[in-house]
């Protein structure tokens, strides 16, 4: 049986299935009276509730491990199922999710331990759709466990980036109120389409999997776009997976809707796909945008996904320049296989030869700046985002300047406490 773990901070609810010792523990601190309800789930065979965490009868090692595999979930609703067992373990009263909302103009992040314990389920809550669309909660909690389960690890294109991106979408909607530019399906597509953008994603870009004839190109060349059409039909696989599919309310007519809108959402995360649409999203803005012209919904469906999936950029810069650690080990990783290959990699994806500061500074100027810039003449009220972005180029700038051997140089420990050493 999988493990199964809710957060109630302070308060602590560990449920510890085992199948070696062939019963489960429910291990509880200081439980909640809203959290009762869980043990109404649980298994009533077999079953051992112990009010008092205590280390040496649990074995610390084993809780501990278990509280790592947990860390790892932003699912708060998480499905364990064996034998058609469901045990359900949800966190109550969200406050920080809630107070990320609550001021207009407030774009910010959280961080890595708190994004851990948000609930994926509580934004699909509070956006509306489970009651719009009648989703079935086990459903959506074997959904949100499918997508997770289906990101690999790299170093960058993880489940961790996917949770950020649909954070992201989820404080855009709410900000910048886009229930008045959108419809609520093309909304829905948008928010399921930043959680699945990068299913199964291995670290490498589109020009590696045609470079190397991986099993992918093979499938999905012709077309173009190869990771994000995989993406997409790595979704489709989710959906189709026995308990998961969340639109199983649809009609046949939305349900297909959904799927072409999923499509075309996913397949704008490729940035050719932004610079072919760039004039289109930039003559929209010129001339405003027009709640009646179906062009006009594509287009700002195709800016708001891309804003989210560059989301990093409006972070703060020690954020930014940290996730820019994850991005080029990742990229470096790809220029190794390359060269094991024995081709040449690209200048950003060789380790020997990036200038990370000139690479971000460039990447800023002419994708990053431009989008949400794109986005701020569409809504005034993003306009911190930009000017964030544009900070951090001028960070970039500034960290050109100071002393490194290598790329590498610009994203260690050391250099981190010299940067500080000289903007204290």
Request: with cysteine.
């Amino acid at each position: 049986m999988l493990v199964c773990c809710a957060f109630f901070s302070p308060h602590i609810v560990l449920c510890v299935p085992s199948k070696q010792l062939n019963f489960s523990l429910i291990c509880t601190q200081n439980i909640l009276p809203e959290a009762q309800w869980i043990l109404r789930w649980c298994p009533p065979m077999n079953t051992i509730l112990l009010y008092d965490l205590d280390a040496a009868s649990l074995q610390l090692k084993v809780i501990r491990y278990l509280e790592e595999q947990t860390q790892s979930l932003c699912c708060c609703l998480l499905l364990v199922s064996e034998d058609n067992q469901q045990l359900f373990c949800q966190v109550v009263g969200d406050k920080v999710l809630k107070a990320e909302i609550s001021f207009p103009l407030t774009f910010g992040h959280l961080g890595q331990a708190v994004e851990k314990r948000k609930s994926t389920s509580l934004m699909f809550e509070d956006m509306g759709f489970i009651n719009t669309y009648k989703i079935n909660m086990h459903t959506l909690a074997r959904f949100c466990l499918m997508v997770k389960r289906g990101y690999r690890d790299p170093p960058y294109h993880n489940w961790m980036h996917a949770f950020s991106v649909s954070h992201f979408c989820y404080l855009l909607c709410k900000n910048l109120e886009l229930t008045n530019y959108l419809e609520d399906i093309e909304i829905f597509a948008l928010f399921v389409s930043c959680m699945c953008h990068d299913l199964d994603h291995r670290g490498t870009n589109n020009s590696f999997q045609v470079a190397s004839k991986s099993v992918l190109a093979g499938l999905y060349s012709s077309e173009g776009s190869v990771l994000e059409r995989h993406h997409f039909a790595q979704a489709i696989a989710i959906l189709n997976t026995q308990g998961c599919n969340i639109f199983e309310k649809f009609s046949r007519k939305d349900y297909q809707r959904m799927l072409d809108l999923m499509r075309d959402i996913i397949l704008a995360t490729d940035l050719a796909h932004h610079l072919r649409i760039l004039k289109d999203l930039q003559k929209m803005a010129d001339v405003g945008y027009n709640t009646k012209d179906p062009q006009h919904h594509d287009l700002l469906l195709c800016l708001i996904m891309t804003s989210c999936d560059l989301s990093d950029q409006t972070k703060d810069w020690k954020t930014t320049w940290k996730i820019a650690g994850l991005i080029y080990k990742e990229f470096f990783s790809q220029g190794d296989l390359e060269k094991a290959m024995g081709n040449r990699p690209s200048e950003m994806m060789d380790r020997e030869k990036a200038y990370i500061p000139e690479l971000q500074t460039g990447f800023m100027e002419h994708i990053a700046m431009p989008i949400y810039k794109l986005l701020q003449d569409l809504f005034p009220r993003s306009a911190e985002l930009y000017d964030t972005v544009a900070s951090n180029r001028e960070q970039w700038g500034r960290v050109s300047h100071m002393p490194g051997n290598d790329s590498l140089d610009y994203l260690d420990a050391e250099f981190e406490q010299l940067q500080d050493e000289q903007n204290g």
